[in-house]
């Protein structure tokens, strides 16, 4: 079942996101910065263990630019479709605010291309969407790949 996230949640969106960036596979966001950004996040929850198995966040970065974010499923719910349908929910969310520009910053390009996603340069971005990169490890050297999607 897609969701939009509750105060509940916060910790089990924080575990996921925590898996993948152990593994340099997501960048990690402290709990603090997924309470400030709650009503950002969708999940998942597999209603038969009562368990959020993936999140999915949808930032407002200006007047017609948003960002999909903290995309997670839980590893043992991979190959499910939970990552499509968390995307697909946030894609649809974007679109109901009217959002014009929709980027993610990711690892996992290929991913994003069956939604329709093209790389673009990161100096493309405005510069009020670095904000939260000047605590990133990888700051000022991002290795994740800009991907744009016009809708």
């Known amino acids: ?65 948003a960002e999909i974010r903290s995309l997670a499923v839980d590893p043992d719910s991979t190959g499910q479709g939970i990552g499509t349908t968390l995307t697909e929910r946030s894609i649809q969310e974007a679109v109901y605010f009217k959002v014009t520009d929709l980027f993610t910053l990711t690892y996992r390009p290929t991913f994003f291309e069956r939604f329709e996603f093209s790389p673009i340069d990161k100096n493309e971005l405005p510069i009020k969407i670095w904000a939260d990169c000047i605590g990133c490890v990888s700051f000022p050297n991002c290795d994740e790949i800009a991907m744009l999607k016009k809708l």
């Not at 997924?34 to 200006?62: M, P």
């Open 1 to 65: 079942m897609i969701r939009k996230a509750v105060l509940d949640d916060a910790n089990a969106i924080f575990a996921l996101l925590q898996i993948y960036s152990k593994n340099g596979e997501l960048l990690p966001r402290p709990l603090h910065k997924i309470y400030d950004h709650l009503r950002d996040f969708w999940v998942f929850e597999d209603v038969k263990q009562k368990k959020v198995v993936g999140c999915c966040a949808l930032q407002f970065c200006w007047e017609n630019l």
